[in-house]
């Protein structure tokens, strides 16, 4: 009983990531480069700390105490030693004020940090998300007092000042369909405007802020034009709004440390964004955001898990040589770290779209191709981290299905991504109202130009002819509604593997000016690992398997 395996040790996640390190290169004027290397480094090496912090304590869950040693009302949580350092952390290095600043390469910047944060915050990266939807939808309304009030606090470089905000859309008839909304806004004697009801799925309930759905006292009773946008505050001082109740919280697959709540507001005060109408409407500023923060987040588990796998290939020794030696077990390993390249690429052209959208520094077509990548890169690497974080647990064999390894979770808390802010057939039926404009127009348009230059023409040609196929595919179904919701998914996947393929081939092309031949490699394995993905829908053979 000598042997002992050394476990997997964590690279440097920022300085040993070649995608991220070329991405900023190429995408970057030098001098943003250099001003951001401290922030990534320091970044990183906070990951480090918290993988080998993870690996030796057994601390995954936030505890509630409702009622304190004398029965008062408390609700107080207590978070574990990563989300106490949240606040600090995300003020130090500027993770929410980077995106917010006057130059549209801010958004790269801010989703370089998110990305590097992500993991080793277990995932206290969520409520930053709603934090910056909230901050956007904010700005989008024209509300004066709440921007002069709020963006300060939610965009803080000052741990003392800064504040988090939730969302709460999500009641217990459902999640996206929220036009069964049943939060009442009522006015009170002083016309303070005030929130009854139930919130299911609370994901940032220990923030000082929040936008809620509600439905105006007297409004239409159903629907989603009739509700409205509301901001609330969660805090008095130092102790929690009585109107504001914790019911529990949820006990989840993943995300553990994430304390997420079923609340009741029994008359919190609150403040509408605009209008008393169209809520649905004022939230969308939000989407765009936050399902690039799902996106990035995604991307970055799926390095985690690699990293850690190909670490591991080069530390256990299986039949006479180490796992990286394995003709198969490198060929699986290969295929990740191509499909991974595919996912980072499309990720970050939707963060630094984003920034270049907000600053008015897009190019035509852009707006457009925004609007259908977002969705597109959302459901996509939410699916691909699933399957990827799975892929790399069997790269440790039997360690990887043992808790105290640390490699469970990987894959435990890959599953949100396929669900937080839009399943994948959700944001399959988006992309199809996307698609309703010109936006498959704008994405060939940008695949032209990410391919401008590349060397490799039977890349290119493949997607070229895939993206023609999947405008065959859009047109022989125009008019069958049911048709074409029933292979949106199929669809989706295709035009997202093909805009991940274009956008591999640009970096292919800087990289090899550049001495690095490995983009190319992904590239030209990414499109081998096929980007079709359409489907014929058989709407009889679906009856009779669901009959």
């Known amino acids: 009983m000598a042997f002992l395996q050394n476990p997997p040790q964590l690279p440097h996640p920022y300085r040993s990531d070649r995608a991220l390190l070329a991405l900023l290169d190429r995408a970057l004027p030098a001098e943003r480069r250099a001003a951001l290397d401290a922030d990534l480094d320091a970044?990183?090496?906070?990951?480090q700390m918290a993988w080998q912090r993870a690996c030796t304590t057994t601390r995954r869950k936030p505890v509630l105490t409702q009622w304190d040693a004398w029965g008062q009302r408390v609700d107080r949580i207590e978070l574990t030693p990563a989300w106490q350092e949240g606040a600090a952390m995300t003020t130090r290095h500027a993770v929410l004020a980077a995106g917010h600043g006057d130059s549209a390469h801010g958004r790269l910047e801010e989703f370089a940090r998110v990305y590097l944060y992500h993991l080793a915050s277990e995932f206290y990266t969520c409520p930053l998300a709603m934090t910056?939807?909230?901050a956007t939808a904010i700005k989008a309304s024209g509300n004066r007092e709440l921007i002069e009030r709020v963006l300060p606090r939610f965009l803080s470089c000052d741990p003392a000042t800064f504040w988090l905000s939730g969302q709460w859309m999500t009641e217990t008839a459902g999640g996206s369909d929220v036009g069964h909304t049943e939060t009442v806004a009522r006015q009170d004697a002083a016309g303070q405007w005030r929130l009854y009801g139930r919130k299911w799925f609370s994901s940032a309930v220990v923030g000082e802020a929040a936008l809620a759905l509600a439905r105006p006292e007297g409004a239409a009773a159903a629907g989603t034009a009739a509700l409205a946008l509301f901001y609330v505050e969660t805090m008095d001082g130092a102790r929690r709004k009585p109107e504001l109740i914790i019911d529990r919280?949820?006990?989840?697959?993943?995300?553990?440390?994430?304390?997420?709540?079923e609340i009741h507001l029994d008359g919190l005060p609150a403040w509408p964004l605009g209008e008393l109408a169209n809520g649905v409407r004022q939230v969308a500023p939000m989407l765009n955001v936050t399902r690039t923060w799902n996106a990035v987040c995604a991307v970055a588990s799926m390095a985690r898990a690699i990293a850690l796998a190909r670490d591991f290939a080069g530390r256990r020794r299986a039949f006479g040589r180490p796992l990286i030696e394995q003709p198969l077990h490198a060929q699986t390993l290969a295929d990740m770290q191509a499909e991974f390249e595919g996912a980072f690429a499309l990720a970050f052209e939707i963060a630094h779209l984003l920034g270049r959208v907000e600053h008015g520094a897009a190019q035509p077509?852009?707006?457009a191709l925004l609007r259908l990548l977002t969705p597109l890169a959302k459901l996509w690497t939410g699916k691909l981290a699933v399957q990827m974080c799975s892929e790399a647990l069997e790269c440790f064999?039997?360690?990887?299905y043992i808790e105290d390894t640390g490699l469970p979770q990987l894959l435990r808390d890959a599953q949100v991504y396929a669900i937080w802010e839009g399943t994948t057939n959700v944001l399959s039926l988006d992309s199809l109202r996307a698609l309703a404009g010109d936006s498959l127009g704008a994405l060939r348009t940008a695949c032209a130009s990410w391919l401008d230059g590349n060397d490799d023409m039977h890349a290119a040609s493949a997607i070229r002819q895939t993206l023609d196929a999947a405008a065959r595919w859009l047109d022989q179904h125009a008019a069958a509604r049911d048709t074409l919701e029933a292979g949106a998914r199929g669809l989706a996947f295709t035009l997202a593997r093909c805009a991940a393929a274009a956008l591999l081939a640009r970096q292919a092309t800087w990289s090899s000016r550049h001495g690095d031949r490995r983009p190319a490699a992904a590239r030209h394995r990414f499109v081998a690992l096929g980007l079709d993905r359409l489907v014929a829908p058989d709407a009889d053979?679906?009856?009779l398997l669901l009959g």
């Open 397 to 400: 064999g039997g360690a990887g």
């Open 541 to 543: 053979n679906t009856a």
């Open 365 to 367: 077509h852009e707006a």
């Open 43 to 47: 970044l990183g090496d906070y990951a």
């Open 132 to 134: 910056d939807g909230a």
């Open 249 to 261: 919280l949820k006990d989840k697959l993943g995300t553990q440390e994430l304390p997420t709540a």
